[in-house]
């Protein structure tokens, strides 16, 4: 069977996510919020990052676009920058209450999204598709060189 470029993996998983980044982009703008924003927002609710640094490295983004996003986020009231007491150089950075009380309806959202574009799968069928793409994650990153993040952060699992 002749494999077409464009039903192989790489391009059909591009086009789910340029599918859902539209969905998740029209529930997140009403609430102030961009896709973007949501890994560094429950970075910083979660504790797993709370420097520039650590943040791009969590969202798996360079330093300049991060620090471009933080300012947007700091202008638009979602983050507050304070210096570091452990590091001069370094700044420590917080949600706001304001991000902090639209989070979880930015959540719920997404996850409204997600159950929407999966309504006509199995509870099975969608286990084994988190599995698949969490294991594809990886082997991209294992490939790319780039450390893996774990698998709880992949599928958004808390402890």
């Not at 924003?37 to 798996?60: I, N």
């Amino acid at each position: 069977m002749k494999l077409d470029v464009l039903s192989t993996p790489g391009h059909l998983v591009g086009l789910a996510a340029r599918g859902f980044a539209r969905l998740s982009e029209a529930r997140l703008k009403p609430l102030g919020f961009g896709l973007g924003h949501l890994p560094v927002l429950v970075a910083l609710r979660d504790g797993q990052a709370s420097t520039q640094r650590d943040l791009a490295r969590f969202a798996r983004i360079e330093q300049p676009p991060m620090a471009q996003m933080l300012d947007r986020m700091e202008r638009d009231g979602l983050i507050s920058r304070a210096p570091d007491p452990a590091d001069g150089r370094s700044r420590r950075i917080t949600l706001t209450a304001v991000a902090e009380a639209r989070l979880p309806d930015a959540i719920a959202a997404l996850l409204l999204g997600n159950r929407d574009v999966l309504h006509d799968f199995t509870e099975e069928e969608a286990g084994l598709l988190r599995v698949l793409l969490t294991r594809l994650v990886t082997n991209l990153d294992r490939i790319a060189g780039v450390e893996p993040l774990p698998a709880t952060l992949i599928i958004g699992t808390r402890d």
